[in-house]
DNA sequence: CTTGATTTTGCAACACTGTTGCATCACATT
DNA sequence: AATGTGATGCAACAGTGTTGCAAAATCAAG
């Protein structure tokens, strides 16, 4: 079936990114697994392709609001692929959860982070919210 | 006055953690900044002293429950300085602020970080919540 | 006080991640 | 086919965190 060799460039045409070959593996990649990966992870399972190729492209997936980056405190950028429609507007936003016993980091994307009461003439662009704890599979 | 020299030590011992030099230094860089600080700050301000003696020491705070880390997405791990009785429990922890401007971070310690109805037997253990944006300083 | 054990510190080195510069290659347009 | 634009591969580098080991300082026991 090709399905799996058209939707990628789908997906990529719809946010205006030129469908090049490695943009193909890196975007059915992230596509193919369920929680956020790391550039390593990434390179791992394209073996033989670049770590810099790989980088431009996810910075290129960024740029776009394809991808968009966690920090979950593993000392390694995350990167997940964006809803359909996100804009990686603050209300795009979404909690993470960072397992310490498999590593992984689960997108939530049902939890909305919860807008605070700043201190005065403070301004937010953007926010972080990772819990970390144990995740069901590692919780038996 | 001696107060400055006294104090820390009584700090450390409260938390038993015996005051070597190098401790009462980096304790003291601590409690002289508001903002949370990178090893490499305190490394800056404590000109002489190895990076990896105020790392040991930052993490022996760590392990007692003197100083908590904060990842704000700068890169570089950042490191407060705890409330009086804080241990450092679910209960203890507070949303930051990192400016993406003079790139501080602030301890928000009135904002407690809001618990999430998380999907069913995930277990929380700790969290990390980093608003970014500009501060007040930088808000003009 | 001397000896020995333990802890702390300084130094060197390393691993990992992210990033940039540059040359080459592919491709699309004329 | 010629040309220009962008994508890719390769090499190298910087920042951060971390560990191993030896020297120095501290502490405890005789």
Chains 1, 2 share one sequence.
Do not use: W
Request: glycine share 2%.
């Amino acid at each position: 079936m090709n399905s799996q060799k058209i939707e990628p460039a789908k997906i990529l045409l719809a946010k205006n990114i030129k469908p090049t070959p490695i943009r193909l593996k890196v975007l059915e990649t992230l596509l193919s697994q369920t929680h956020a990966m790391r550039l390593y992870d990434i390179e791992n399972i394209l073996d033989g392709v670049e770590r810099t190729s790989i980088f431009r492209a996810i910075k290129n997936f960024e740029k776009n609001n394809l991808v968009h980056e966690i920090d979950d405190g593993s000392g390694a950028t995350k990167f997940a692929l964006c809803e359909d429609r996100c804009e990686c507007n603050l209300e795009d936003l979404h909690v993470h959860f960072f397992c310490k016993i498999c590593e992984q980091t689960f997108c939530l994307q049902q939890l909305q982070i919860p807008s605070m009461e700043l201190p005065p003439e403070f301004v937010v662009e953007s926010a972080n919210f990772v819990i970390k704890g144990i995740c069901a599979n590692c919780n038996t």
